[in-house]
């Protein structure tokens, strides 16, 4: 073979990251990931451990005693619990109003599950009588939906949920990635069964680890399913009497069993992604959970105030709108991803592009954890009216940070 490249060490220039994640990290938690790894059952690193599930709960505003990590991307967490409450043949009833609705089905199919799908325009959310007529024809074994999907900036309505779901002995999963830490999430309040994230956007941190936490009855029905490693399995070992999960890696039985007291090996714990997680959580409470929604509520007010006042449209309905991301209508005759090009060139900062039927239609310009501030916003829509400007886009000049400074100048709300 011959000899290739070294390559030269990462030195790219910081950029603002403004588009629906990731974003910049906190740097309380990079300075946490360059702590030292810790082996994986040391007393040290197992207290760890168990702090960041007691960290997690109040983030996850649950009592469940099972909160925990699942290494990975947020998308890791999305498939444990869907290979881990689905059986071949199971009803899922799942919300589609965008494209992680979609991302959903796609991964309950891989599980064998029956769909039902209740659906709703990109730009709205599904009404809650539609959910419930489709849980009562189906019985599904469960209900999956994404709190706020970023391709589409809605945020699904979660209040009514729980209830029906518990009318019909059916468990509710909700996809909160895009909205734990920055909107509310009220596991317990909403009767939420299994609710997931990850680190990379309202909660401040690199993807790589996934918040989890599961109910009790959750808990039950995955325990349910159980089947230890043969490899671990000492004499008399419990084994569920349920379906085997179809999936090692993304067993939540397993990996609850490696996040109990007993400790059993599943994985070699992600130190790094760990500490940064626990650092996470740490920033965010430390803020306050209503402190912290307030606090990106009014960036995504500055946000969607500033491109308004620069004549350009807010996508979907308004009503419905995450507080974090913003969908933003590129107007007729500006090339929507050039625009994205020269912010990134000209100005080193990312917004979003978007998928699907919106593809090169809008602009997502997201508002969420160390970047829900004022200088980050009002840098993004001095940058944005330049770029606009040279493309030939005509507005007043300085409309639109003056709209957003005017908005947190505000002090009535």
Not at 242 to 265: C, E, K, Q, T, V
């Amino acid at each position: 073979m011959s000899d290739g490249p070294v390559f030269g060490e990462l030195d790219h220039p910081p950029r603002l990251l403004m588009g629906p994640g990731p974003i910049n990290v906190h740097p309380r938690v990079l300075r946490a990931m360059s702590v030292s790894v810790l082996g994986q059952f040391d007393p040290e690193f197992t207290t760890y451990m168990n702090e960041t599930m007691a960290l997690y709960r109040r983030v996850f505003a649950t009592g469940n005693p099972w909160t925990f990590l699942v290494d990975g991307t947020s998308r890791a967490a999305i498939e444990a619990a869907l290979v881990s409450t689905l059986a071949p043949g199971d009803d899922v009833v799942i919300l589609d109003f965008g494209r992680f609705g979609m991302l959903l089905s796609e991964i309950a199919a891989r599980c064998g599950a029956r769909i039902t799908l209740v659906e709703a325009p990109w730009g709205e959310v599904v009404p809650p009588e539609a959910v419930e007529a489709a849980v009562r024809r189906v019985r599904p074994r469960l209900v999956a939906c994404v709190h706020g999907d970023t391709s589409t900036t809605m945020a699904q309505p979660i209040e009514d949920l729980g209830a029906i779901c518990r009318a019909h002995d059916a468990l509710l999963y909700i996809d909160a990635t895009a909205t734990l830490g920055g909107m509310a999430v009220a596991t317990d309040a909403w009767g939420a069964d299994i609710v997931s994230a990850g680190l990379q956007k309202c909660l401040g941190g690199p993807s790589g680890s996934a918040p989890i936490t599961l109910s009790d009855r959750a808990a039950a029905h995955v325990r349910g399913r159980r089947h230890v490693e043969r490899g671990l399995a000492g004499p008399g070992a419990f084994q569920g009497a349920g379906p085997r999960i179809g999936s090692n890696y993304f067993d939540l039985a397993m990996i609850m069993d490696y996040w109990s007291p007993d400790r059993l090996n599943h994985h070699t714990e992600a130190a790094s992604m760990l500490y940064a997680a626990r650092e996470c959580a740490r920033v965010v409470l430390e803020e306050g959970l209503e402190a912290r929604f307030a606090r990106h509520a009014l960036a995504g007010e500055a946000v969607a105030a500033g491109v308004q006042a620069m004549g350009l449209e807010v996508y979907g309905d308004s009503s419905h709108r995450m507080t974090n991301v913003t969908g933003v209508l590129a107007p007729a005759g500006v090339d929507c991803d050039r625009v994205r090009a020269r912010l990134r060139e000209d100005f080193e900062i990312e917004i979003g592009s978007a998928f699907g039927p919106l593809a090169g239609k809008i602009w997502r310009i997201g508002a969420m954890g160390i970047n829900a501030r004022k200088h980050a916003v009002l840098t993004t829509l001095a940058a944005l009216e330049a770029v606009l400007r040279a493309e030939g886009f005509a507005f007043q000049s300085g409309a639109g940070v003056d709209a957003a400074m005017a908005v947190y100048a505000d002090t009535t709300r």
